[in-house]
């Protein structure tokens, strides 16, 4: 048997914002006391603590539930931003681990006394999504909070290989089988090769089963999300499944001297749940083959079938006596009928 165990995990979107003032130091004037005309330095910053993203933005301005034009009364760098709609979309893709401020000045409108007292409310709401796998279209996005659990958003998944039994000689893995399980996202594909070869004189089938131990139901839950294709190398479809299936798969019958190179593919459908995102867990791969029917053997005999050479080899000298016999009684004869015929007596 041959095992391999692979750790894999989900990437995330995650982003977080802050509010800082002119000092760039953590922004704390609320309910502050503004007169008309004043300004006040408040910048909302948004970080990025997971993978590439998109961005859009949704700010409001009202007092009164009366509503003002933001870029009247709002400063930002509105140049890096499209409007569209209700939405600013942040032009290009928010890298990793980056930074970007959505304004930084509001400005109180110069109003009648009619407004004395007046709450002053800057909502500003900001959305992000991946941007791999990503078409463009926001409006069949749904929008969820982050999930709140620590991961590695460097982490490129791991794999260890044990052959067992002498299973190297029949399946070959590369030595990195499957390492780029780590951080899946969703709508990602991703695929390995394996070779099969019958190195024996039976005829083998050969199979793959995906085992796990002690995962939580959000675990598992993940492993059935993860399609599991196999293709042989003319195409065709030997396993359609996912990887929380722990069936025996049949890789396919060989007999001696025959095999195949097949393709393992695993996908993470788009429309995956995000409460998914951030999870880590492990399977473990397991190759074995069981013989169908044995083949004949070339090798040396054994001392069984040298007694029973033996035995005919000497049946063979045997026969070989009895036929000197039986001709030296022929001729014997031929001169006991001629000696008569001659009136000789022996």
């Known amino acids: 048997m041959n095992k391999a165990e692979s750790g894999l995990s989900t990437s995330a979107v995650d982003i977080e914002i802050k509010e800082y003032n002119q000092n760039n130091e953590p922004f704390q004037d609320y309910g502050k006391v503004l007169m008309p005309g004043d300004e006040i330095i408040l910048i909302p910053r948004v970080n990025n603590l997971g993978i590439e993203c998109y961005l859009r933005a949704k700010i ?3 007092i009164r539930d009366e509503s003002f034009n933001v870029e009247d009364y ?12 209700e939405y600013y ?4 893709v928010f890298d990793k681990e980056a ?4 304004f930084n000045k509001v400005t109180i409108p110069n109003l009648s006394n009619d407004y004395y007292g007046s709450i002053v409310i800057v909502h500003f709401v900001v959305e992000a999504i991946q941007a791999k796998n990503f078409d463009g279209n926001w409006e069949e996005v749904e929008i969820k909070e982050s999930v709140d659990r620590t991961y590695d958003i460097d982490y490129d998944g791991e794999s260890s290989i044990i052959y067992e ?16 399980l780590g951080n899946l996202l969703p709508g990602d594909s991703i695929s390995e090769e394996i070779n099969i070869l019958n190195n024996t004189y039976d005829k083998n089938e050969y199979f793959l089963a995906i085992d796990y131990n002690y995962l939580s139901d959000e675990e598992k839950a993940l ?8 293709r042989n190398s003319n195409g065709e479809e030997l396993i359609s499944s996912n990887l929380e ?6 890789l396919g019958i060989y007999p001696k001297g025959r095999g ?4 393992i593919e695993l996908s993470l459908p788009v429309e995956i749940d995000n409460d998914y995102s951030k999870l880590f867990t492990k399977i473990t791969w397991r190759f074995s083959y069981d013989v169908i029917s044995h083949g004949n053997s070339q090798q040396n005999p054994k001392t069984g079938d040298l007694k029973f050479d033996l035995s005919i080899a000497l049946f063979i000298v045997s026969a070989i006596g009895f036929l000197v016999v039986l001709f030296a009684w022929k001729i014997n004869s031929d001169d006991i009928e001629k000696n008569k015929k001659e009136g000789k007596k022996l």
């Open 165 to 180: 039994n002498n299973a190297h000689s029949h399946i070959t893995l590369d030595d990195h089988f499957f390492d780029n």
């Open 89 to 92: 979309y942040y032009d290009g």
């Open 245 to 250: 299936d722990k069936t025996r798969h049949s």
């Open 60 to 62: 409001t301005y009202t």
């Open 74 to 85: 709002i400063d930002g760098n509105y140049s890096s931003w499209t409007k569209r709609g």
């Open 223 to 230: 492993l059935r999300s993860i399609k599991l294709k196999i």
């Open 99 to 102: 930074s970007v401020d959505l």
């Open 260 to 263: 195949d190179r097949l393709t």
